[in-house]
């Protein structure tokens, strides 16, 4: 996620060469990842989506990102 970014609400992933984004309030994805890996960024998706909501409140405001845990 980046500061100033256009709507919708999204974040960004990459695995190895490939990146997609991924709108927050369903999971979304533009782009194509290895299914292994799509399967991991929306589970971590699903477990962190008011987290990053409200980050994203936070990057429309200009203001500092909150760290978010990685799957473990």
Known sequence: ???REHGPPHFHARYGG???TVR???GYIE???APRAQALVLEWW????DEL???WKLATDLKELKA???LE
């Open 24 to 26: 927050i309030s369903d």
């Open 68 to 70: 978010i845990s990685p």
């Open 18 to 20: 490939q990146k997609v």
């Open 46 to 49: 699903n477990m962190h989506r």
């Open 1 to 3: 996620m980046y500061h």
């Open 53 to 55: 909501a409200a980050n």
């Open 31 to 33: 782009g194509k990842l």
